[in-house]
């Protein structure tokens, strides 16, 4: 792990923490009372972004690092190349200046993604202030990890990815059901 200084870091890294920031005050946090964005970039230099969103069933709620990488899954982009966390507590009193680090499970979460597009994402983890920036490799938080690699999949994933492609092109070719011929006997 490195701390950083904000102002040292390159472009695109300052702008995946901004974005980040950014995305925290879309927070749905009413329980914690603790705000979280967070923005990953991929392959294609692209930004996905999210927030935490929480759950009046408590262990429902979901962590931003979900959020932002599934944004980028949904856009077909899931080579992850970096991801930052900037979180801070606004309920009384307000705390903008603790480092916020991935759970375990999110931890995961980028480990399979990187895992798949053979990366081994950087993660940003950052105070609301942005004044304290702790930089590290996935492989460093969560090491000796199971993931795809274990199971054989990375290799085979793109051509079952093409399986899947193969079959939306079928089955939307082949045209939604007529009005007409879901009455028909
Ligand atoms: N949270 C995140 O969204 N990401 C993290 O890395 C740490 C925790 C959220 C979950 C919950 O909504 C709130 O922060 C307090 O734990």
């Known amino acids: 792990m ?3 200084n904000f102002e040292e870091l390159g472009e695109a890294d300052r702008l995946l923490i901004e974005t980040a920031r950014r995305s925290s005050v879309n927070a749905y946090a009413p329980y914690s009372g603790f705000a979280v964005g967070s923005a990953v970039r991929t392959r294609s230099k692209r930004l996905y972004h999210g927030a935490n969103l929480e759950n009046a069933a408590y262990g429902l709620g979901m962590c931003a ?16 190349e970096a991801i930052a966390v900037v979180g801070f507590r606004f309920s009384t009193p307000p705390d903008v200046t ?10 995961q979460l980028i480990f399979e993604a990187g895992q798949i597009a053979r990366t081994d994402p950087v993660v940003f983890s950052c105070s609301g202030d942005l004044e304290h920036i ?52």
Do not use: H
């Not at 690092?65 to 992850?80: H, L, P, Q």
């Not at 990890?145 to 079959?167: I, M």
């Open 2 to 4: 490195r701390r950083q």
């Open 65 to 80: 690092e979900v959020a932002a990488i599934t944004a980028a899954n949904s856009a077909g982009d899931y080579d992850i």
């Open 98 to 107: 603790q480092v916020v680090t991935p759970c375990g499970r999110c931890r």
């Open 134 to 185: 702790e930089e590290a490799r996935i492989s460093e938080m969560l090491p000796g990890a199971f993931g795809p690699d274990n199971l054989g999949l990375s290799q085979s994933w793109p051509q079952l990815r093409g399986q899947l492609v193969e079959t939306v092109r079928r089955i939307e070719a082949a045209g939604a059901p007529s009005a007409g011929r879901a009455v028909k006997r």
